[in-house]
């Protein structure tokens, strides 16, 4: 496994962007709900670090495989979310280090609690790793789906181009966490069990508790509604069910299954007027309370 995850390692690099053709966006722009994932996306990518941070206050830091590889998936991420941040630009949206500070701004008052929590947790149990590398293959095989189904749903030439280059590498991401967590879930009964309990009781799609929910619901709804997006999340849910111990949880399924009647309430405001996601938060989004009541 070591030569593999070297290997992997070894491949990071920042995105390559330089012959993307970024002005093409102002011949011919993407729709609306396209950019509003894009917004999300970009968001998401761009809290890399923040994640990081909750990351490394647990036992994991102590390995230096794992943290190797934590130090070029930040990188990579980073670079993403710059990428994503072009194509807003090249629409005339804002994006980078202003947007990223709205969004920070903005976070849930729990969100300082995240490193308390992380660290409890490591010192409760050493198996806390492997939930960590699983919860990370299972979010990086919903990104990369996500951007698939982006690509597909946008059919723009230049963003397809742009999103294949960045799902490279999230399959990279992909094969370190899945390489790591299945090692770990294959050498431990008790990993198994926590790592099964902890994605049944706490996962939620990546950017859930960093975005408002209503954002959530409607990137969900538009990726993963209709037929395509559904069997894309039967194909996550397969991906998930050959980590050992993690048979059967349709884990992607029943998470987008909880989101779909929120999804309803996305494309009411959009036609009571409200220009979703223009603002990276809140004045025009509702509490998550008011949004649990309009469902
Ligand atoms: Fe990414
Ligand atoms: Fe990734």
């Not at 396209?34 to 990081?52: F, I, K, N, P, W």
Request: contains cysteine; proline residues 5%.
């Amino acid at each position: 496994m070591r030569t593999d995850i070297d290997s992997l390692i070894g491949r990071s690099a920042r995105l390559d962007v330089g012959d993307i053709d970024f002005g093409a966006f102002r011949h011919r722009p993407l729709d609306d709900d396209t950019l509003r994932c894009l917004r999300y996306m970009h968001d998401v990518e761009g809290h890399t670090a923040c994640y990081l941070r909750d990351l490394l206050v647990t036992r994991a830091h102590r390995d230096p495989q794992v943290t190797a590889f934590l130090a070029c998936w930040c990188y990579e991420e980073h670079w993403h979310g710059e990428a994503l941040g072009e194509v807003l630009r090249a629409h005339g949206q804002p994006a980078g280090a202003d947007r990223l500070a709205a969004v920070r701004r903005h976070l849930p008052r729990r969100d300082a609690l995240r490193p308390l929590a992380f660290t409890l947790a490591s010192a409760l149990t050493p198996h806390i790793v492997a939930v960590h590398m699983t919860w990370g293959a299972v979010n990086e095989w919903t990104t990369q789906a996500a951007y698939a189904r982006l690509a597909a749903k946008a059919d723009h030439p230049v963003l397809s181009e742009l999103l294949r280059r960045i799902m490279r590498q999230e399959g990279r991401h992909i094969d370190f966490y899945a390489l790591s967590a299945r090692a770990r879930l294959e050498a431990s009964p008790a990993a198994r069990r926590l790592t099964r309990f902890a994605l049944r009781r706490y996962w939620a799609p990546v950017g859930s508790g960093v975005m408002p929910p209503v954002e959530l619901a409607f990137l969900v709804t538009h990726l993963f509604g209709d037929v395509e997006g559904r069997a894309s999340l039967a194909r996550i849910d397969r991906h998930v069910g050959r980590l050992p111990g993690l048979a059967g949880m349709d884990l992607a399924t029943t998470a987008v299954d909880g989101l779909l009647c929120d999804g309803l309430l996305c494309d009411g405001r959009r036609e009571a007027g409200v220009e979703p996601g223009t603002s990276s938060r809140p004045i025009s989004q509702p509490s998550q309370e008011e949004h649990r009541h309009a469902c």
